[in-house]
């Protein structure tokens, strides 16, 4: 596995504001991920960032609201922007890569947003 | 796209007892089958999973098995402990080429003393 970091682990933050979480990992990875969970919901995918290139989002998300960057293999961004009381989750990135039997996925701490 | 469907949603064991989780997936071309745990304001842990080239997958006290026919695949926990009282999610992805990995909506366990 990898030792995956988040920052900031938590913030509350005015509505109309924006707010860039940071992911960093201890090891070059091949895809790492953005996923959003509502409160006692399960994992949605915003999107893949790829390194060196634009993200890849999936449907009902879109990059003026969620940018991310992702300016090498060990490190992504995400920004929550013109935020919203309804953007109030938990964010997650993730890392996948091939590990000794395969392709695994796995999940940084995560990042508690609260929008008032 | 994939979709997963994830039963049941609660469930509620006394202590010893065996859980069993399900999950159906849509999409033919997915080949691999993870399952995470999430206790109360955690991450999701990489429990265990299972790739489509074997039906079954045994670690200790949990297993996973695979039906690519009927696309389906279970968890299963036996003699349950209070610790794994969490919710399970179960996910299904492609491992090649786009990876990415679409979730069950999950299954809160609870393991009565």
């Known amino acids: 596995s990898a030792v995956i970091s988040q920052k900031p682990s938590r913030d509350i933050c005015q509505r109309g504001t924006s707010l860039t979480i940071q992911c960093q990992v201890d090891?070059?990875?091949?895809?790492m991920f953005w996923y959003r969970q509502q409160p006692g919901q399960s994992l949605t995918l915003i999107a893949t960032?790829?390194?060196?290139?634009?993200?890849?989002?999936e449907s009902g998300f879109v990059i003026d609201k969620f940018p991310i960057s992702r300016p090498n293999l060990t490190f992504s961004t995400l920004t929550v922007s013109n935020m919203s009381p309804e953007d109030s989750s938990i964010y997650l990135c993730?890392?996948?890569?091939?590990?000794?039997?395969?392709?695994?996925?796995?999940f940084g701490p995560g990042t508690r947003l609260t929008v008032t | 796209g994939e979709n997963v469907e994830q039963h049941p949603s609660t469930l509620s064991v006394q202590e010893g007892d065996s859980a069993v989780i399900k999950c159906t997936y849509s999409?033919?071309?997915?080949?691999?089958f993870p399952w995470y745990k999430q206790e109360l304001g955690k991450r999701p842990q990489l429990i265990i999973d299972?790739?489509?080239?074997?039906g079954e997958k045994k670690d200790q006290r949990i297993a996973v098995t695979l039906n690519k026919t009927a696309k389906h695949f279970s968890l299963h926990i036996t003699e349950t402990q209070p610790e794994d009282s969490a919710v399970y999610f179960c996910?299904?992805?492609?491992?090649?080429?786009?990876?990415?990995?679409?979730f069950g909506a999950g299954t809160r366990l609870a393991v009565h003393p």
């Open positions: 090891s070059q990875v091949t895809m």
């Open positions: 993730s890392v996948a890569f091939t590990g000794r039997w395969g392709y695994e996925q796995y």
């Open positions: 999409d033919s071309a997915s080949n691999y």
């Open positions: 960032a790829n390194q060196g290139s634009e993200a890849t989002y």
């Open positions: 996910a299904a992805g492609f491992s090649g080429g786009y990876n990415k990995l679409i």
């Open positions: 299972i790739r489509s080239n074997v």
